[in-house]
């Protein structure tokens, strides 16, 4: 009997769900189900490695033998992740006998249920089912998926009740380096369901001219104050507008806590009452060096790498960086903010014992349209930096790994 599939939203959390197989297929299955909180069982003889990590990492139990028709007992839902169609036979047998829905890899036609093509857009999902065709549904998956990421605002933003306004929320997320589309998927969408955003200079302006026409830009560069008490002053923006029930990102360049004060802003946020999400960003002391050809790591060259800021000068009593053990370290040094104290940093780590030839390189506005890089060595990076006129933002590197991928 055949007839038009009936879609269904299955709540699996703490429900017993049992994937046959340890292949790609199961690879790919597996991760959602755990992220619907479903107790796995995965039967396989072996796996990949990928399910061998959620294994040791107790997420979901493992018999490493060949299915057995009481695998399924206490079961809601059977994947059958395998390409056999005697053994997949065997298992749909065993489901419907228990009258459990079974997914199979093999076969769709003799499957009792469908995997979707699915899109998430943060608390909304949307499954596709094209007929069969898993063509046909991820076109149209991808398709959706296009129309959410054009889309501006919050979707089916629930209706707020009359009464005292809800205390909002506060989004702390990283920017990027520069490149408007360098920002995570996450960190987007929660832009664009935003009534309040609280942007720093450096955050790329094209994320900015996205807003929706009615959403509240508060410009941090433009504070007109020092720079503690304007941070005072995003401190008490970011409660004020959360206090009234709007929902506030503060976008920050780069990542909200590599020297971007995301950390204080945080515990503002949280003496007030007021819950915080950190959403993560590609910081520049990893994507400048990176687009400029430099790995700030790579196998027998450099196995480590250090991030400093530079903005004090290594002579003054404010500086909390050890220069002089830095320049006994032989991995790579990144300096961030350092342009303006570059020659004293440089003369400090050459006065303790860091070798002049060592290779430097300089990228200023790291992955946008006025990226500029600089090779030279530590010995006259400072002067070559000055003759050439580079200036922030900008980023230092120093060390073997920036003569690496040359030639």
Known sequence: MSGNPYPLGLRLAGRRVVVVGGGAVATRRVPALLDAGADVFLVAPELTPALRAHVDAGRLHWA????????????????????????????????????????????RAAATAWTPAVTRHGPVTVAVLGGGDPRRSMAVRDAIRVLLDARRGPLAAPAVAAGPLPVGRVALVGAGPGDPELITVKGWRLLTEADVVVADRLVPGLLLDELRADVELVDASKIPYGPSRAQEEINRILVERALAGGFVVRLKGGDPYVFGRGGEE??????????????????????????????????????????????????????????????????????????????????????????????????????????????????????????????????????????????
């Open 64 to 107: 490493p033998r060949r299915f057995a028709p009481d695998d399924l007992d206490g079961a809601w839902l059977v994947h059958a992740a395998i390409d056999d169609p005697t053994a997949a036979a065997s298992i749909s047998a065993a489901a419907a006998e228990r009258r459990i829905f079974c997914v199979r890899a093999d076969d």
């Open 266 to 407: 945080l515990l503002a946020c949280a003496a007030a009452g007021v819950p915080v999400t950190v959403v993560p960003g590609v910081t520049s002391a990893i994507a400048a060096p990176a687009v400029a050809g430099v790995p700030v790591t790579h196998r027998g060259v450099a196995h480590e790498f250090t991030v400093v800021s530079g903005h004090v000068a290594p002579d003054s009593p404010a500086s909390l960086v050890r220069w002089d053990a830095l320049a006994g370290l032989r991995g790579t040094l990144v300096v961030l903010m350092g342009l303006k104290n570059l020659a004293a940093i440089t003369a400090t780590l050459l006065a303790h014992g860091r070798p002049a030839q060592t290779p430097a390189a300089v990228v200023q506005e790291a992955t946008t349209g006025a990226q500029r890089v600089l090779r030279s060595t530590l010995g006259t990076v400072a002067a070559d930096v000055a003759a050439e006129g580079l200036r922030p933002p900008a980023v230092v590197v120093v060390g073997d790994v920036v003569t690496t991928l040359d030639g």
